[in-house]
């Protein structure tokens, strides 16, 4: 099955301030601020929503084709997701921009502040799956881009009746009920975390039951408190992957929604799909960067039967027919 994964392509800068960020803020002074900080530590990672989706499905066996806009800079990354089994074929390259980037600066009490470049992201509106695909995908994801290229996309695939999933995650605060709503319509299923689910409720004037009936498959994560799935009036609870290891949260997410792809994609049942993400998130959170953990498959499968019973079907994850 070729599975297309739409979205952000994103360097992550990460520093780290010494300090408490509160120290420096003068209540009634706020009007005219200007402070800097010295930070004594920064890390530059691969990242992107899209991109970190796209990784750890490539970790698990699969080929995805990843689909959106980058800048001039895009060289070393391309190579990483190459060597990695990623299909940047379908990445288009802009030269006359950087790709996009995040920049966090975090202090001693886990404050932050952060920017967002969107360089490249900004012109992902102008590209269509049309345009480097001729035929009819197995399956598109739609995770979070320039909200225009977000709303062509959803179009797109419901005109050429393309099974796709609807991933708005981070931009659901920043997209309109109208958009959320339209946007949803014809999806094979939507990814979302609790409070976004909640929000998109509101927006969207819907109760949580409405948002059932509108698609098929609601899957909303919970942190540590793992992931439910609401299917034909179904509701499967999936718990998180245990570990005493946690170094950094960010991109749990994104491998979450790799393993229940890889799932889908193999026709296995919801809830063992969902557990296949509920691990690939664990790898994420052992490690700082979300594109920075390893596995074998068979490691992974080993690991995976310390909790959870697939009834041998991720068998074909170490020996693939």
């Known amino acids: 099955m070729d599975i297309i994964v739409t979205g952000s392509i994103a360097y992550d800068y990460l520093m780290r301030?010494?300090?408490?960020?509160?120290?420096?803020?003068?209540p009634d002074q706020l009007h005219h601020l200007s402070v800097s900080f010295l930070v004594e530590e920064m890390t530059k990672h691969q990242g992107g929503i899209?991109?970190?989706?796209?990784?750890?499905?490539?970790?698990?066996?699969?080929?995805?084709?990843?689909?959106?806009?980058?800048?001039?800079?895009?060289?070393?990354?391309?190579?990483w997701l190459d060597?990695?089994?990623?299909?940047?074929?379908?990445?288009?390259?802009?030269?006359?921009?950087?790709?996009?980037?995040?920049?966090?600066?975090?202090?001693?009490?886990?404050?932050?502040?952060?920017?967002?470049?969107?360089?490249?992201?900004?012109?992902?509106?102008?590209?269509?799956?049309?345009?480097?695909?001729?035929?009819?995908?197995?399956?598109?994801?739609?995770s979070p881009n320039d909200p225009q290229a977000m709303q062509n996309l959803a179009k797109e695939c419901r005109e050429r009746h393309i099974r796709f999933i609807y991933d708005p995650s981070q931009q659901v605060p920043r997209l309109s009920g109208e958009e959320l709503y339209r946007d949803m319509q014809g999806a094979y299923a939507m990814v979302v975390n609790s409070y976004e689910a909640e929000l998109i409720c509101k927006k969207t004037e819907q109760t949580m039951e409405d948002l059932r009936r509108t698609i098929e498959i609601l899957v909303i994560t919970q942190g540590k408190r793992g992931a439910t799935i609401y299917l034909n009036g179904d509701l499967i609870e999936v718990p998180a992957f245990p570990t005493d290891k946690i170094k950094d949260p960010t991109g749990g997410g994104d491998a979450f929604r790799a393993g229940l792809l890889r799932?889908?994609?193999?026709?296995?049942?919801?809830?063992?799909?969902?557990?296949?993400?509920?691990l690939c998130a664990t790898y994420v959170l052992e490690n700082v960067?979300?594109?920075?953990?390893h596995f074998t498959r068979q490691d992974f499968v080993q690991r995976f039967r310390t909790e959870f019973d697939d009834a041998g079907l991720l068998d074909a994850l170490i020996d693939p027919k």
């Open 83 to 142: 060597r990695a089994g990623v299909d940047t074929s379908t990445v288009r390259q802009l030269d006359d921009v950087f790709t996009a980037s995040f920049f966090v600066n975090t202090d001693l009490d886990n404050n932050q502040i952060a920017s967002f470049y969107s360089g490249a992201m900004a012109y992902a509106k102008n590209y269509y799956l049309a345009d480097i695909y001729d035929g009819k995908p197995g399956m598109v994801i739609i």
């Open 50 to 79: 899209a991109a970190n989706i796209a990784y750890t499905m490539a970790l698990l066996g699969l080929r995805p084709k990843l689909f959106g806009t980058v800048g001039r800079d895009f060289g070393d990354y391309r190579a």
């Open 289 to 293: 960067g979300t594109q920075n953990h």
């Open 263 to 278: 799932g889908i994609a193999a026709d296995w049942p919801l809830k063992l799909a969902a557990e296949v993400g509920s």
């Open 17 to 26: 301030f010494p300090g408490h960020f509160s120290e420096y803020f003068i």
